[in-house]
């Protein structure tokens, strides 16, 4: 079923947490691959966070030779932002908004939930932010790209069109080159979006300066 609700990990920064920071991995990885960025960041000031890891489903990945991996959605070639997994990613975007509609349960509202996320993760918190029906209270965006930019006018709401946008990717990434990073962020430009951009001398990865950076805008934008 599309709208399961994910296995995930959760971390509390104190307790009765009023905010949400759902984070999204990247192909092949899980949920616990961003765990221990919590402990990195500086939260001093900000409320106490719910930070939320989910699992990605299993599935064949075909620019992998079909070997079965977590994965947000199937990756065709590596064309990347040509052809694209139109349904994979329609089906995930109800499964980050099933997850998203549990912290509401929780008595998180939607203007104190963050979606974030690294490559694929990033591009799904592109894909379900910009046409979530509440404002959300920010796009943590790393290394990733705005996937099926072309229907992006049509399909987004303007709940999110003020939501900050942090994105950010590495100079040498040799998975998701900085041109289509580059091009993701013009487009969100052109659409009128908030978008804070940083770039850093790293692969596919993370460095200090961007965990530095990440701390700085939460405390920005949650203080």
């Known amino acids: 079923m599309s709208d399961s609700l994910l296995e995930t990990i959760e971390i509390e920064t104190a307790p009765n947490p009023s ?44 620019v992998n030779n079909g070997y079965v991996m977590r994965a947000w959605y199937d990756i065709l070639g590596l064309d990347l932002g040509q052809r694209e997994d139109m349904a994979g990613l329609r089906k995930s975007q109800a499964r980050v908004e099933t997850l998203i509609a549990r912290e509401k349960e929780r008595g998180i509202p939607a203007h104190r939930i963050i979606l974030a996320g690294f490559s694929q993760g990033c591009a799904m918190t592109l894909q379900t932010g910009l ?45 998701i080159p900085i041109a289509l990073a580059e091009k993701s962020r013009d487009i969100l430009k052109s659409l009128g979006y908030n978008v804070e951009w940083h770039e ?24």
């Open 131 to 175: 046409r979530h029906p509440e404002k959300l209270a920010g796009l943590l965006c790393l290394s990733g790209y705005l996937p099926l930019n072309q229907s992006v006018p049509a399909e987004r709401n303007s709940a999110n069109h003020d939501t900050p946008i942090f994105l950010v990717h590495g100079r040498n990434d040799p998975v």
């Open 19 to 62: 905010v949400s920071v759902i984070w999204l991995h990247g192909l092949g990885a899980d949920g616990n691959d961003f765990v221990p960025i919590v402990r990195e960041l500086d939260l001093n000031g900000c409320p106490p966070i719910r930070f939320i890891f989910p699992h990605a489903p299993t599935m064949p990945v075909t």
């Open 200 to 223: 850093y001398m790293m692969p596919h990865s993370i460095c200090q300066e961007e965990v530095d950076d990440i701390g700085a805008w939460l405390r920005r934008i949650l203080g």
